[in-house]
């Protein structure tokens, strides 16, 4: 009788909800959910099995059915909302999820694996974390709760806590062997592209879970077609009950030294809104100083785009325009001084159909540096040595202002409006002093010179981007238009004195006295047009047209000084005004195909893109045409939820940038000149990538792996002239430049001591081809690391871990076999939390750095850096902490840099910050909310 009843109230919901949901002629289209249930350790398929679809906001059932007899199930007719999905099955455990239908388009969900009740609770007696990790599709997904952190942790502490997730003493984030380019809070944009200020303020308590993924285009999120456009992006979302109030972090902190600290922060959620502030004065080098918008938007040094046809984005290649070649930010070398604050706010409203989010960031910074460079120069029948000191005084004034605004008109069609804008007034002073010598020691040249700047930067980018859903499920349009302008202007002097000395010709002295004005102007408008046809239920063809024109300007004088003394005498040799436009047509075809286990994209754009070059100083034009294919292809195979296997191809262009094809020559170095070279082709590069994850949720065991091989067709290069130590350089195309990388993660833990392990590899290697006196050289490069981390705790008591790693870095260029670079660098960083009585607390970190000696590099920079504090919490919640920390406690924070590319060896030391004893307070504050509804 209870059967039957059950049987009566499923039949009873089942034909009420079929009637509730049936479609009329205004509903929205409705859409397909496809699945699979199957046993975690057996792989059989469980027929039979329970498969329930209730609505998120009250638990209504929706749709209740059983999987057939391999275990396949299909719940139609669903209206787009948010959902949750049960899964029973006799002896095993539930599983449930939550599922969000945005759209009619068939949803397949990877299989279901169900776990034994009995294996489950086996495990969960040994370790109570499990299900720490899960991979949903593309996402890689870490239950923030599993990974324990102290009370006042921030979400940094818990990133570094994340297998295959690395976070340096800068605050870089790495993942899977990548750099992370974005950090969202539920989705959205967090005071624009600084991940620091999300991860250094943010609570780790706040997070419900870390999202890893590939982000894509706004255009492939919409189709669900991979257009091969990603970066490697970190979601952090929030705990519901943490999304309403405020929280926020007060510091201030006095040093030794004239060091100095004070950060403020304030958030304010409500519901759908997030409000934001900050603000920091700081000269310690750690906080405030991470922007990327000059990279993103254009900035600084921003003179050309590189637009890619088969994925339409846009890669700012940047213009070094001689004397603003400083980026305006600081990177690690010298003694930085900045001021800076900005405000955020994003909300949705009208049921989310209306959204907006924007951020305002002003920053003030001064860098004072004091660098000496030492490097080797490779000839083909000798090899030379060059000594630079440098000292520079840098500061930069920059604004940025950004904000998107996107309207849902209905269920199938959208409207998203972006906008950024900025502004850079930048002012520069280095001086330098130079002398190369050959292999006997003996002086070739000394240069002594000067060089100051005033330069402002503008900036104002836009886009436009429409999408529509046809009636037939699967049938798309949109539509994308940009715009970017950037105009530099900048002028300065250019004071310098050279000695050259004898080795075949006369000792002889050349000195430079100029003032120049350059002012560069790069206007852009692109559109692109995308259509997709469904095949099938599980394919689509998708067509793309775009147009693309790209518009350059520069106009660069060097003045001499005449006799009445002003500098009014054009020096025609490095002076030019160049014209340089790029018009792109484009247009391809794809397929795709997504079921239950694979999806595959494949398909080609072919472009044919125009160059219109005009020499306004010689009077003299030209016109160049290029036509390339752009194939591209993805294939994913998932072999379960939690085991991944995908291959990607992609191939696109690079245009060359004005600065390389202007025909003009650079000498605010007279000894490494730069000559432009107006017949540069484009260059076509090749990427094929491999990439495997695997998790074992129940051993809590994963494996990473990414495989990478590129190759380039005319790859732009360099040809040198190298005499008396003086180079000139000339932009060329080569054939066989080639690199290949490979990063390989492995996580586990050791059960009876508790230890977390992650072990990784990665290696980088490449084949680069330039010209060096006539003669072809073939570089070899390569890095190859392993290292690991192993971690500890207990909760109120301890924190320890231990990070080695080993490097071994080999180059060898053809010109001179008998000069190869081979050396090692070693890195252990160990860190130590105590947590004693009466809520004191004490920390200790190190990081030990060991550098091989080298015929090229003599020097022993082996350094430890030492730092540690010592604090107690206050108040309720630990909230209040008061510390006494020191920096460098050794002195032995040595900047320090070492590269070998092409045949150009070169270490460099700089000043950096050392010893200083500082007193701080730091109170994390936080009134949380009444529950909004409707969350």
Do not use: C
Not at 460 to 466: E, T, V
Not at 534 to 557: D, E, F
Request: no cysteine.
């Amino acid at each position: 009788m209870r059967l039957l009843l059950v049987a009566i109230l499923t039949a009873f919901l089942s034909f009420h909800n079929a009637i509730a949901q049936s479609p009329s002629p205004s509903s929205p289209p409705l859409a397909l959910i496809k699945g699979a249930i199957t046993d975690s350790l057996e792989k059989k398929d469980l027929s039979n099995g329970s498969v329930i679809l209730l609505q998120k906001s009250d638990s209504i059932i929706v749709r209740h059915i059983r999987t057939d007899k391999i275990g396949h199930f299909e719940l139609k007719d669903i209206r787009p909302g948010r959902y949750l999905l049960l899964v029973t099955y006799p002896s095993y455990a539930d599983y449930a999820d939550e599922l969000e239908i945005k759209d009619s388009l068939p949803h397949v969900l990877h299989p279901i694996s169900m776990v034994l009740k009995s294996k489950l609770l086996e495990e969960v007696v040994v370790n109570g974390s499990k299900g720490a990790i899960r991979m949903k599709g593309d996402t890689v997904e870490f239950k923030a709760d599993s990974f324990h952190t102290q009370a006042g942790a921030t979400v940094e502490d818990l990133l570094k806590k994340l297998p295959g997730i690395q976070v340096d003493s800068k605050g870089k984030i790495t993942a899977q062997g990548q750099t992370v380019q974005k950090v969202l809070v539920d989705g959205e944009e967090f005071f624009g592209d600084d991940p620091t200020l999300v991860t250094q303020n943010l609570r780790a308590d706040m997070v419900d879970k870390v999202q890893l993924y590939d982000k894509k285009s706004d255009q492939a999120a919409f189709t669900g077609i991979d257009d091969g456009e990603r970066n490697k992006t970190i979601n952090l979302k929030l705990k519901d009950n943490k999304k309403n109030g405020y929280f926020g972090k007060l510091s201030a902190g006095e040093a030794t030294d004239g060091f100095y600290d004070y950060q403020a922060m304030f958030n304010y959620f409500r519901k759908k809104m997030k409000f934001a502030a900050y603000g920091i004065f700081s000269n310690t080098g750690k906080t405030g100083l991470d922007w990327h918008e000059r990279d993103n938007y254009g900035q600084s040094n921003a003179g050309n785009i590189d637009y890619d046809e088969t994925t339409g984005s846009y890669t700012w290649t940047g213009l070094n325009n001689d004397f603003d070649s400083w980026s305006g930010r600081y990177e690690g070398q010298g003694l930085p001084s900045v001021k800076t604050g900005g405000v955020h706010y994003n909300n949705k409203w009208d049921d989310e159909r209306q959204s907006i989010n924007g951020n305002y960031k002003v920053m003030q910074l001064d860098v004072r540096n004091t660098s000496t460079t030492n490097s080797e120069n490779i000839l083909p029948d000798s090899f030379y040595f060059n000594n630079q000191t440098k000292h520079a005084v840098d500061h930069i004034l920059r604004h940025s202002l950004d904000g998107s605004y996107e309207m849902k008109f209905d269920s199938t069609s959208s409207l998203k409006i972006m906008a950024t804008g900025g502004t850079d007034h930048k002012t520069t002073y280095s001086d330098f002093t130079s002398e190369a010598l050959d292999k006997d020691s003996v002086a070739s040249n000394r240069n002594t010179r000067t060089l100051s700047t005033v330069g402002d930067s503008r900036v104002f980018n836009s886009n436009l981007l429409w999408r529509k859903k046809l009636p037939k499920k699967g049938r798309t349009f949109s539509f994308n238009l940009r715009e970017n302008y950037t105009n530099n202007v900048s002028n300065g002097i250019l004071n310098s004195s050279t000695q050259f000395f004898g080795h075949g010709t006369p000792p002889h002295d050349s000195v430079i006295d100029q003032h120049k004005d350059f002012r560069t102007e790069n206007i852009l408008f692109d559109g692109k047009i995308t259509y997709t046809e469904p095949l099938s239920k599980t394919s689509y063809l998708i067509a793309n047209y775009g147009l693309s024109v790209n518009n350059n300007h520069s106009n660069r004088n060097s003045y001499n000084k005449a006799a009445d003394g002003k500098y009014s005498t054009l020096d025609s040799l490095y002076s030019n005004d160049y014209q340089f436009n790029i018009l792109t047509h484009a247009g391809g075809l794809a397929y795709s195909l997504v079921n239950k286990k694979w999806r595959v994209n494949a398909g080609t754009n072919v472009g044919f893109t125009r160059y219109d070059q005009r020499d306004i100083h010689a009077d003299t034009a030209t016109q160049r045409r290029f036509t390339n294919w752009y194939p591209n292809a993805n294939l994913v195979y998932s072999f379960t939820s939690q085991r991944r296997l995908a291959l990607r191809y992609n191939g696109y262009m690079s245009q060359p940038t004005l600065n390389q094809i202007q025909p003009i020559r650079t000498n605010d170095d007279p000894l490494n000149i730069y000559i432009g070279n107006p017949g540069l082709k484009p260059q076509f590069n090749n990427r094929i990538g491999l990439n495997f994850n695997d998790y074992k949720v129940l051993t809590d065991r994963g494996i990473w792996i990414d495989v990478s091989y590129s190759f380039t067709d005319n790859a732009i290069s360099s040809d040198i002239l190298d005499t008396l130590g003086k180079r000139t350089n000339r932009a060329i195309n080569v054939d066989g430049t080639n690199s290949y990388s490979g990063y390989l993660g492995y996580n586990f833990k050791w059960k009876k001591p508790e230890l977390n392990f992650y072990i990784f590899s990665n290696f980088n290697k490449s084949t680069n081809v330039s010209v060096i006196n006539h003669v072809q050289n073939t570089t070899n490069s390569g890095s190859y690391t392993l290292g690991g981390r192993v971690y500890k705790s207990k909760d109120k008591k301890y924190e320890a871990s231990i990070e080695p790693s080993a490097t071994y870095t080999d180059s060898r260029s053809s010109v001179n076999l008998q000069q190869p670079v081979r050396y090692w660098t070693w890195s252990i960083q160990p860190a130590v939390d105590l947590y004693l009585p009466l809520k004191f607390q004490v920390h200790a970190d190190a990081q030990i750095n060991l550098r091989e000696k080298t015929d090229a590099f003599r020097n022993n920079l082996n350094n430890t850096l030492l730092n540690a504090w010592l604090g107690k919490k206050f108040l309720k919640g630990d909230a209040l902490l008061v510390k006494v920390s020191g920096n460098d406690l050794l002195n032995q924070n040595i900047g320090f840099n070492r590269s070998a590319n092409s045949n150009f060896i070169t270490q460099t030391t700089f000043t950096n910050i050392k010893r200083f004893y500082m007193l701080s307070v730091v109170w994390n504050f936080t009134k949380a909310g009444t529950p909004a509804p409707n969350q």
